[in-house]
């Protein structure tokens, strides 16, 4: 069980790392973080297949390939503005639809591509259960929904600040957020083990406890600091003058909230307790349909580790309240 988990863990971090770098190294400007998609790809397919299989066996119906067909739509609309970086002019700044409009767009377009394939079928089995129509278009649009718009928020932070930063702050920003994310886990299970008295839910993760938590946040916090002191200046600074196509205005001085959160220690008082609750409610989000599907994983595609939900749990419910602090000056 050990020697899976380490030589699957190796093999995503080997994964993760190569396409970082490839990320950093070889910059598409105007597609900032195209190297990455294969990547959210993989964990945005993976994670609505597994959550849909589980509402199957928990007799729950559900159309799997509609709803990881959607998933996936949803998660990738907000790259769709990369395809103007192979156009003469870029992006329009003009477009009335935006960068994040893509993502309402498909979510939209979604939702109705779901009810198309319910009208498709409709009345062709005589037995069917009145009201079973109803409940697999719900099922499927939860599922794309719920899959398909933090993962595209993800892409959304990665593309933020672009112009003003050789397109590096997006790339520090969503390193940043996903190790103060997954740092509350641990954070939390040996402040647990060491100092765990009250459980937190136990109906639903009876190992949790009070303790833990509050070692996850502080966790969270110490580690959002020294990512923000040290490792935007590593990935932002040391790519100064590389690539840049807009440089920052000399004569916009930051004032007020944005101002206060540029500052390391401010910014990691709001990024690291942020990330640390929304990643473990997150993850009692999946223990919840784990423990009323009776499964223990939620998934056998990454041997050691479980399902590939159980990587993404805490970054599906991190990802929008990240993308809202580093919007609001968070990493300066």
Sequence with gaps: MLRDRLRTSAILIVIVLVL?????????????????????????????????????????????????????????????????????????????????????????????????????????????????????????????????????MLIALRSMNAASSSGRFGLAALVTMIIVTKVADSGAYFSGRALGRHKLIPRLSPGKTVEGAIGGILASTLVAYLCLEFLFGAIVGSAAGVGVTTPPNPTVV???????????????????????????????????FKRDSGVKDSGKLLPGLGGVWDVTDSLIAASVPAFFCFAAGVGG
């Design 254 to 288: 930051k004032t007020g909230l944005s101002a206060l959160l540029a500052a390391p220690w401010a910014g990691a008082i709001v990024l690291g307790p942020t990330l640390a609750i929304t990643g473990m409610v997150g993850d009692l989000a999946e223990s919840l």
């Design 20 to 152: 970082l770098t490839l990320d950093f190294s070889f910059r598409i400007d105007g597609a900032d973080g195209i190297w990455l998609l294969p990547l959210l790809l993989f964990f945005a397919v993976g994670t609505a297949w597994e959550m849909a299989t589980m509402l199957q066996a928990n007799i729950q119906p559900i159309r799997r390939g509609v709803a990881v067909a959607g998933a996936a739509t949803i998660s990738l609309s907000a790259a769709i503005p990369f395809a103007w970086a192979f156009v003469p002019g870029g992006y329009p700044a003009n477009c009335p639809v935006g960068r994040l409009g893509w993502i309402v767009l498909a979510a939209t377009a979604v939702v109705f591509a779901v009810l198309i394939s319910e009208m498709r079928d409709y009345g062709k089995s005589s037995d069917e259960i009145v009201g079973m129509t109803v409940r697999r278009t719900c099922a499927a649009v939860y599922v794309s929904m719920y899959v398909g718009l933090p993962m595209a």
